[in-house]
């Protein structure tokens, strides 16, 4: 896998771009979850993940080709992600109330197509509570659960991508973790 | 939970981290069996990374890639040749040579509708017609195009006529080869010869 990604890479600084297709197959799953579970919004992970291979291309001869481009392009992705965070208003939330109706929330805009089982409703609402208190973490901690959880990148991975030392990664880890354990202590 | 030393919850989370000592696991293990609450503490913090690992894995939306592509910086119309290039060697090995050759050819073959001969005080045209009238006697070659050819003297070399047709009196005489070309891959296949030809005699100039 990573010789490949090499070859694509130099083929990619010759000037051909049908390598950097290659490239992004790869890894637009991997760059887009990322994406989601910082951004926890699927138009905002998708805008970011595209700009994120974006960059890629056009830096990519300041990627040292001895490392892992993985960690060289996650480290692109989330950089983008924290000021995204950073910038965005604060947001209105699916299940804030919507103003001029009674108790109606946007759950109820939103509509379905079909009805869904039980458990799949159950599984989705728990996905959806989940992922709304990862969002609510500080973006410091934020990254690093993600990179950890989600990815299962790792601390020495993680120290790389977002350019801190491993001590600084695993307190950040710790906190998160303490945060998220009173966010989700009532699911 | 305040009675509990603090180092409990930095051990809670070097296990997690899978980077507790031995010594350290079994201390922790100790006080989770005699402590209600930190119990309680570890076991929320392992629901939580539980909970998180959950999340499903989502995919890319369809046409990512392509989106990404079309928002790329044009690339240089050099990468593009020498990729069709790498991939088709001998084909674009062909495709150069022809554009070439029928390059210089046709340039050649259409060159004009219009009569045109081999320049000689001999010779005669009347209309559409090159004629060698007789008694006259051409010394070398004698080539004409889109024209008819009447030879009524002689020609001391070979004639060709190319889209056009060549006739013979009785009288006349020609000492060379005589060649009628008409279509455009005549004319190719002509120039080839006598360019292999003027080769040869080169070469075999060389030699004497």
Known sequence: MESIVKKRIQQVRKGDQDAFGEIVELFKDRVYHVCFRMLGNRHEAEDIAQEAFIRAYTNIHTFDIDRKFSTWLFRIATNLCIDRIRKKKPDYYLDAEVSGTDGLTMYSQVETDDPLPEEEVESMELQESIQKEISRLPDKYRSVIVLKYIEELSLKEISEILELPIGTVKTRIHRGREALRKQLRSI | ?208
Not at chain 2, 21 to 26: D, L, T, V
Not at chain 2, 37 to 57: D, G, I, R, Y
Not at chain 2, 71 to 85: D, I, S
Not at chain 2, 87 to 95: E, G, I, Q, S, V
């Open chain 2, 1 to 208: 939970m305040n009675t509990c030393p603090e180092n409990i919850v930095l051990m809670m989370h070097d296990y997690l981290d899978e980077e507790i000592s031995q010594e350290h696991e079994k201390e922790l293990k100790t006080h989770l069996q005699s402590c209600e609450a930190c119990k309680t503490h570890f076991h929320e913090l392992k629901k939580t990374v539980a909970l998180v690992q959950s999340t499903s894995h989502i995919q890319a939306p369809d046409n990512f890639t392509q989106n990404v592509m079309a928002k790329l910086p044009k690339e240089k119309k050099k990468a593009g040749m020498n990729r069709w290039f790498n991939r088709h060697p001998l084909l674009a090995a062909a495709a150069v040579f022809f554009i070439l050759m029928s390059g210089s050819l046709m340039t050649n073959w259409n060159g004009g509708d219009e009569l045109s001969f081999t320049q000689s005080d001999q010779v005669v045209v009347e209309g559409n017609t090159v004629v060698v009238p007789e008694g006259e006697t051409v010394q070398g070659d004698l080539i004409v195009r889109n024209g008819d050819l009447r030879i009524e003297g002689t020609v001391e070399g070979n004639v060709t006529v190319v889209n056009g047709q060549q006739f013979m009196a009785g009288a006349g005489g020609v000492t060379g080869e005589i060649e009628e070309v008409d279509q455009a891959f005549e004319w190719l296949w002509y120039s080839i010869k006598s360019a292999a030809k003027e080769l040869g005699s080169f070469t075999s100039n060389d030699d004497e």
